[in-house]
């Protein structure tokens, strides 16, 4: 098992010694089968869709070849778990592993170097513990609760002025659409990296404010069950645009909009900002519908 060395303020370099057992072997796992999985095969290979997950989602061939690893190295440790792929696997312990062992598939694949594993280990049902690790170069961050932990938010409690990291606009969805750019018109820098376990960590950490998702509903549970310890930790918070509590579900077709932020105050803003814009938009184009519904009928009878 690889052991954590110092890195910079808040972040390791490698898996934490003091991590739950499962939580290390996993990580360690994932680390090992990624480099071994990028090293074999090519871009197409690895992007290549094999399954669908457990979430009714494309699977692409490098989160099976990273699952699949994973998976065989908790075999010595009965957790229960809950992952991206697979979905639940009860075990019938008190100890659930939540996670996404390759978040950031499109990027591993292309050859982006933005992705990560990322995991939370609940108790009774309650996140106790963290790990995300960055693939591609071993950074990794780690918590459990009770733990002093030198991860620091940036502490910024307002959109105006903040770095705000966000899923991508959905302009099909003209709401979602709207929310986005409101977002960006507000805030100071927005950057898309395409990897929520990576950015939530990032948050954390406090090398950017904030990271949403702009009322797309993307989220499942293994994108967001990390940054709750992690973020809450470094005095953060993480919520839901909509206000759908964030906690243990195995059923991974739940989804939520998910806000990872530097203070309660900036997530407050943040979902204020993109429910707002959200609704407006849905009325106006109800709004639009039914007036477009009137000339047609006008039309009709003249």
């Known amino acids: 098992?690889?052991?954590?060395?110092?890195?910079?303020?808040?972040?390791?370099?490698?898996?934490?010694?003091?991590?739950?057992?499962?939580?290390?072997?996993?990580?360690?796992?994932?680390?090992?089968?990624y480099a071994s999985a990028t090293a074999a095969y090519d871009r197409a290979a690895l992007s290549a869709v094999v399954a669908d997950g457990a979430?009714?989602?494309?699977?692409?061939?490098?989160?099976?070849l990273v699952e699949d690893a994973v998976l065989a190295a908790l075999t010595p440790h009965p957790v229960n778990v809950l992952t991206e792929e697979t979905g639940w696997v009860d075990n019938g312990s008190a100890f659930t592993l939540v996670m996404d062992p390759v978040d950031?598939?499109?990027?591993?694949?292309?050859?982006?170097?933005l992705s990560a594993f990322s995991a939370a280990v609940a108790e009774d049902g309650v996140f106790t513990e963290a790990l995300t690790v960055w693939l591609e170069t071993g950074r990794s961050w780690w918590v459990r609760r009770g733990v002093p932990s030198p991860l620091r938010t940036t502490g910024r409690t307002e959109v105006a002025g903040a770095a705000v990291s966000l899923l991508r606009p959905h302009p099909a969805d003209p709401g979602a659409s709207a929310a986005w750019w409101e977002v960006a018109r507000r805030a100071a820098r927005v950057r898309i990296l395409s990897t929520s376990c990576l950015e939530g960590a990032l948050v954390a950490q406090g090398a950017t404010d904030a990271f949403a998702d702009a009322a797309t509903d993307?989220?499942?549970?293994?994108?967001?069950?990390?940054?709750?310890?992690?973020?809450?930790?470094?005095?953060?918070a993480v919520s839901d645009v909509f206000g759908r509590p964030i906690t243990l579900?195995?059923?991974?077709?739940?989804?939520?909009?998910?806000?990872?932020?530097?203070?309660?105050?900036?997530?407050?803003?943040?979902?204020?900002?993109l429910r707002t814009a959200f609704s407006a938009d849905l009325r106006?184009?109800?709004?639009?519908?039914?007036?477009?519904?009137?000339?047609?009928?006008s039309r009709a009878g003249s």
């Open 249 to 273: 579900d195995t059923d991974l077709t739940k989804r939520w909009s998910g806000i990872v932020a530097a203070t309660p105050d900036l997530a407050g803003e943040l979902a204020e900002i």
């Open 55 to 64: 979430d009714g989602t494309p699977t692409m061939r490098v989160d099976v």
């Open 284 to 297: 106006a184009d109800s709004s639009a519908d039914s007036s477009a519904d009137s000339r047609a009928d």
């Open 218 to 236: 993307t989220h499942r549970l293994v994108d967001l069950a990390a940054s709750v310890v992690l973020a809450e930790a470094a005095g953060g």
């Open 104 to 113: 950031g598939s499109a990027n591993a694949a292309a050859g982006v170097p």
């Open 1 to 33: 098992m690889r052991a954590q060395d110092e890195g910079g303020p808040g972040w390791g370099a490698g898996v934490p010694v003091e991590a739950h057992p499962a939580l290390a072997a996993a990580a360690a796992a994932a680390l090992d089968a």
